[in-house]
């Protein structure tokens, strides 16, 4: 059990997908001018670099065997829940949750790289479950065993918006190791039995979410008020948008957290719907790339492993679309590769690096 490194010339990298990944990249760098009021300052210029050294780790990643990701799965747990405990302990505060560790040149959100890393465990476990005993119940233990110490320590932040996507990627990934249905319409049941009490304990800026986005309009300047201005930027900007630099909603600060949660609307305001459908449709590409590679790979452990990386990235892009048209509550999710942040970036390219390296076994697999 070693790290593996499979020498690769430039040709055998997945071309098209890296230009769709930069298309992406390019995308967050003209939506962070344009909200800067068209400077590369303080946010268009991070996040280039950020997306070139994180592009760079990536390609790096691709070359180690997908079996040594296997190997060191439950190694990477480990570390992950110890990076957990050190953050509530010693982390930073930042919108209001103790999320961040501070390494002196670079702020990390262990919660993020979490996601990865329980997508790898569960697809260790899985591939190791006879296809005859994994529709029994036993099979659920690892909901409990795997999920419940990260999302334990993930809520003690609070981080409500990781844990709906750890959870959501990981009842994804169960289906898809071949668990029954009647165990998820169960589940399903007892959750929605739960919600009450679950609300109960949400802290009051929490609660006030999920009410705005029952019903915006009952506090359109107070707590509602994201959401709100959100959609109107989007609807301002019709089919054409206004203009590159020209988002009337975002440059005279009516939009909040347009480098961030909300930069999507700051884009479709000034792209309109074409570049929002152009954007969206980047992302449904690179989505297509990700169950390809899923569906191509012969092994159980990469084949779980890929579509779960895969839906780690949908579930990032689904949430925030849904949270900035009103269609979720605000949970702060950012958008992959095109918001401002360092972690999520760090994150999605750790599982497109991982992704890369199963297609790379694939092709390696279709020539012999």
């Known amino acids: 059990m070693g790290l593996a490194f499979v020498p690769a010339p430039l040709a055998a990298l997945p071309w098209r997908m890296l230009w769709i990944v930069t298309a992406l990249g390019l995308a967050g760098v003209l939506g962070l001018y344009s909200a800067a009021g068209g400077f590369m300052m303080p946010w268009a210029l991070p996040h280039l670099m950020r997306f070139l050294v994180f592009l760079g780790m990536a390609l790096a990643l691709s070359w180690i065997r997908p079996q040594t990701f296997h190997d060191f799965a439950f190694f990477a747990y480990g570390g992950g829940i110890l990076l957990l405990i050190l953050t509530l302990a010693l982390g930073v505060i930042g919108g209001g949750a103790r999320s961040w560790l501070e390494l002196g040149f670079l702020r990390v959100q262990p919660s993020e790289l979490m996601k990865p890393v329980i997508v790898l465990t569960l697809a260790r ?17 690892p909901l409990a065993l795997i999920l419940g110490p990260p999302i334990l320590l993930i809520l003690l932040q609070p981080d409500l918006g990781t844990t709906m996507l750890i959870v959501l ?24 039995a739960a919600l009450p009490i679950v609300y109960s304990f949400l802290l009051p800026h929490q609660q006030d979410r999920v ?49 961030t949660d909300f930069i999507f609307s700051a884009i479709a305001e000034e792209w309109g719907l074409i570049g929002g459908c152009v954007l969206i449709g980047l992302f449904f590409l690179l989505l297509r790339w990700g169950m390809g590679v899923a569906l191509e790979a012969k092994g159980r452990f990469e084949r779980l492993a890929a579509a779960g990386l ?38 999605v390219m750790i599982c497109l690096g991982m992704l890369m390296s199963i297609e790379r076994r694939n092709r390696s697999e279709r020539r012999g």
């Open 125 to 141: 476990f899985y591939a190791h479950v006879p296809p005859a005993e994994i529709r029994r119940l036993w099979a659920m233990w």
């Open 169 to 192: 990627n990981t009842i994804a990934l169960m289906f898809l190791a071949g668990l029954p249905l009647r165990l998820f319409i169960g589940g399903g049941l007892a959750v929605a």
């Open 211 to 259: 009410l705005i986005f029952l019903n915006p309009e009952t506090d359109p300047l107070g707590a509602g008020y994201h959401l709100t201005q959100s959609k109107i930027a989007i609807g301002s900007g019709g089919v054409f948008g206004k203009g590159f630099l020209n988002g009337t909603q975002s440059h005279l600060h009516y939009l909040p957290e347009q480098h």
């Open 310 to 347: 895969t839906l780690t990235i949908f579930f990032y892009i689904a949430v925030n679309l849904m949270m900035v048209m009103g269609l979720a509550p605000v949970v702060g999710i950012p958008l992959p590769l095109v918001s401002y942040g360092g972690s999520a970036m760090l994150t």
